[in-house]
């Protein structure tokens, strides 16, 4: 399981070159990722956790695998997208199998960089923006109602789900959201995992800022972060032109870069920590000779759902998993020295899965 994030925006609000400082994120770890298979508009990005290296000082082993993250671009949206207008909507089915979106917003004055309303405004780009996805939704949602309705006659059992539909779709008239529904149903539940509307998603509003604003927040910045508080949502600020930059610098001209900024924490890794948090993911590890690798889970996961992502089979045939802490790890230096301490737990199914866990799982065939 990785983390996806489809990236919306209007056009010239600095989405290309986001994705553009993704790619070449992705095409500098790409030796690592043999068997992903990247599209033009995907970006296969590692997870940045400090705690691999660390394992892997201590293990030495082969190889080092970062969790990942895919990004998944789409053409800039533009007003009567959902009606045609522009090349956006012919691309929103790409997002609409990611986890959660990050909607960019242009926060920046640059009279070179065009924007297609002609002055910046960042709230009223967001409400065009997430108009056009709703309208989306309508679309999606309308269809798959008049299907319904075709087919209850022979099929009693869609009442309920025609029922939750039509209330759902008179939210979303409203020019609300689906993840603001209350009303939800087992059947509509079942609807909406699989229509996958995009205004069920979880949002991250993501300000784009020029140099200048990297150090403070100017007044579109504020707009942004007050909205993204007043949702309930994940706000970043990031530079996209400066990001692009970082790319492929080493690592001292790197930290020398971001000091010279004040910048403690790179924007692609905000977003991907974001993302993390957004979604209630973590990472356990595995750690031996050969690979010292990370895997997302779910937090709340038990320990034969955390295996069931390394393989269908351990999940299946899970007998019990051998956990060290990572700290506990880290402080005895190996599985060996853990295992004499009798820091090495023993647990069964039940056991829920902590962040940093560096587990052995044991499994029938």
């Known amino acids: 399981m990785s983390l996806s994030i489809g990236i919306v925006g209007l056009p010239n609000v600095g989405k290309s070159t986001l994705f553009n400082a993704l790619t070449k994120a992705q095409n500098a770890e790409s030796a690592n990722y043999a068997f992903c298979t990247i599209e033009p508009n995907k970006a296969v990005v590692p997870v940045p956790d400090g705690r691999l290296d660390v394992l892997a000082g201590l293990v030495n082993p082969q190889r080092i695998q970062n969790s990942t993250v895919d990004f998944v671009d789409i053409a800039g949206l533009v007003a009567g997208a959902s009606k045609g207008e522009g090349l956006g909507n ?58 319904m309705e075709k087919m209850v006659k022979g099929d009693k059992t869609l009442a309920p789900r025609i029922e939750g539909a039509k209330k759902l779709l008179s939210h979303l008239d409203q020019g609300l959201p689906a993840s603001t529904f209350a009303e939800g149903s087992k059947a509509l539940d079942e609807l909406l995992a699989e229509l996958r509307l995009i205004t069920s998603k979880n949002v991250i509003y993501c300000a784009n800022v020029d140099e200048a604003g990297v150090a403070g927040d100017n007044s579109y910045v504020r707009s942004v972060r007050a909205l993204a508080e007043e ?64 895997w997302t889970i779910h937090d709340g ?65």
């Not at 917003?105 to 108009?131: G, K, M, Q, Y």
């Open 90 to 147: 012919k691309f929103l089915a790409n997002i609409r199998e990611t986890q959660a979106i990050l909607h960019v917003v242009r926060c920046f004055d640059d009279d070179d960089v065009i924007h297609v309303a002609n002055s910046v405004d960042p709230l009223r780009d967001i409400e065009i923006i997430e108009t056009e996805l709703i309208l989306a939704d309508v679309q999606v949602l309308e269809n798959r109602l008049a299907r």
């Open 231 to 294: 949702r309930g949502a994940e706000f970043v600020k990031i530079s996209a032109k400066m990001e692009e930059e970082l790319v492929g610098l080493d690592d001292a001209d790197y930290q020398d870069f971001l000091q010279s900024y004040g910048i403690e924490e790179p924007g692609l890794d905000q977003i991907i920590r974001t993302g993390f948090h957004t979604l209630g993911l973590i990472s356990y590890f595995t750690a031996g000779e050969k690979e010292v690798r990370a």
């Open 301 to 365: 996961d038990k320990a034969p759902q955390a295996a069931g992502v390394i393989h269908t089979d351990f999940e299946r045939g899970f007998i019990r998993a051998e956990i060290i802490g990572y700290d506990q790890f880290v402080k005895f230096g190996s599985e060996s020295k853990c295992r004499g301490e009798g820091v090495l737990r023993v647990e069964g199914k039940e056991y829920v899965m902590k962040d940093g866990d560096v587990v052995h799982f044991l499994f029938n065939v």
